[in-house]
């Protein structure tokens, strides 16, 4: 069984910056792609970005381009999203996921990941 634990959300002005942490147990290493998604209220659940965990690569939703970045430490034990220049539009719950898609396969395909850890709120303020 598959454990995934989100921690390091809070409450940060615009502007700011916050790194989100999921910690990773059980069945690893995985074969195919772990991502990052949010849910504000009222909305689905959409896709962040997401890390290919062999030879890493990473995709992005186009409104945090430029801005986030997933990060795996070597120990492939945890997987990191870098939040920087915040908007108030960030503002939701934040969800790691794991045993997504294979690399040729869609990555912001929520029904595609197994396994999802519980969450943690990212609340930026104006």
């Known amino acids: 069984q598959v454990q995934l634990v989100e921690s390091g959300g809070g409450l940060v002005q615009a502007g700011d910056s916050l790194r989100l942490s999921c910690a990773v147990s059980?069945?690893?290493?995985?074969?195919?792609?772990m991502g990052w998604f949010r849910q504000a209220p009222g909305k689905e659940r959409e896709f962040v970005g997401a890390?290919?965990?062999?030879?890493?690569?990473?995709r992005y939703t186009d409104s945090v381009k430029d801005r986030f970045t997933i990060s795996r430490d070597n120990a492939e034990t945890t997987v990191y999203l870098q939040m920087n220049s915040l908007k108030p539009e960030d503002t939701a719950v934040y969800y790691c996921?794991?045993?997504?898609?294979?690399?040729?396969?869609?990555?912001?395909?929520?029904?595609?990941?197994?396994?999802w850890g519980q969450g943690t709120q990212v609340t930026v303020s104006s």
């Open positions: 996921a794991a045993d997504g898609p294979p690399y040729g396969g869609d990555w912001s395909a929520v029904r595609l990941y197994r396994y």
């Open positions: 890390i290919s965990w062999r030879a890493p690569t990473t």
């Open positions: 059980g069945r690893t290493p995985f074969q195919f792609v």
